[in-house]
């Protein structure tokens, strides 16, 4: 039943490392007791890469295939991700020289590296093109580090927005590329209008409770 919540889950990110970030709801910094994590098992990580469009059919069922043919590979590639998710979301709230921060960077560098060892140039784009994720079965966490650190080496920060709690949002990160710079929740069909009704409905109920005291 993992695999259906996937559907649920709001692709809302705009960046693969932002929806990385994004599968574990509400995001708050600590986490709550409540707290639904999209990616529990290596089935969910697999529709998930597809539905952001980092694999594609044929690569996820290379993926499959190498996750079936070796035990323990699959939830190899999930704990990475997990890893590199967790890591992400801490650089991205702190921003700062704490201990944590220089974990979560230096995690990053371990697995990019790791990641780098398994790519590989080939004739392409311009002159060459970088293939990452050239090993079946860490594709995705190799691919999710790639986009990881370029995300943090070019991200500007003025787009970088959470969804407000504190209003009744649920802390999910995304780059806010609107002209103005408006855009207050990750999706104004969900958290947006969510909070317009809780607005609406408290306000009744204020109403109704100074009719009753009346
Ligand atoms: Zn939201």
């Given at each position: 039943?993992?695999d259906?919540?996937n559907?649920v ?8 490392a ?30 998930w ?10 690569e996820?069922t290379?993926?499959?295939a190498?996750?079936?043919?070796a035990?323990?590979?699959a ?29 979560a ?9 790791a ?28 691919r ?10 070019t ?6 927005r959470?969804?407000?709690?504190e209003e009744?949002g649920?802390?999910f990160?995304f ?21 317009k009704?809780?607005k ?8 109704t409770v ?5």
């Amino acid at each position: 039943m993992a695999d259906n919540r996937n559907d649920v889950l709001r692709i809302v990110g705009g960046h693969p490392a932002l929806d990385l970030v994004n599968t574990v709801a509400p995001r708050v910094p600590g986490g709550t007791a409540d707290e639904l994590d999209y990616l529990r098992a290596p089935a969910a990580l697999l529709a998930w890469s597809r539905r952001i469009g980092l694999t594609d059919a044929s690569e996820a069922t290379a993926v499959a295939a190498a996750w079936d043919s070796a035990a323990g590979t699959a939830e190899q590639a999930l704990h990475a991700t997990i890893e590199i998710r967790e890591a992400v979301y801490t650089v991205l709230a702190r921003r700062d020289e704490s201990a944590e921060m220089a974990a979560a960077l230096e995690l990053l560098t371990l697995r990019w590296s790791a990641a780098a060892a398994r790519s590989v140039l080939v004739p392409g784009g311009a002159v060459a093109e970088l293939q990452v994720g050239t090993s079946p079965a860490l594709m995705i966490p190799d691919r999710l580090v790639a986009a990881a650190v370029e995300l943090l080496r070019t991200v500007e920060l003025r787009q970088l927005r959470a969804c407000p709690i504190e209003e009744g949002g649920c802390g999910f990160l995304f780059l806010d590329r609107s002209r103005n710079g408006s855009r207050r929740w990750c999706s104004m069909e969900d958290c947006g209008t969510q909070a317009k009704i809780r607005k609406l409905s408290e306000r009744r109920r204020a109403t109704t409770v100074e009719g009753v005291q009346r």
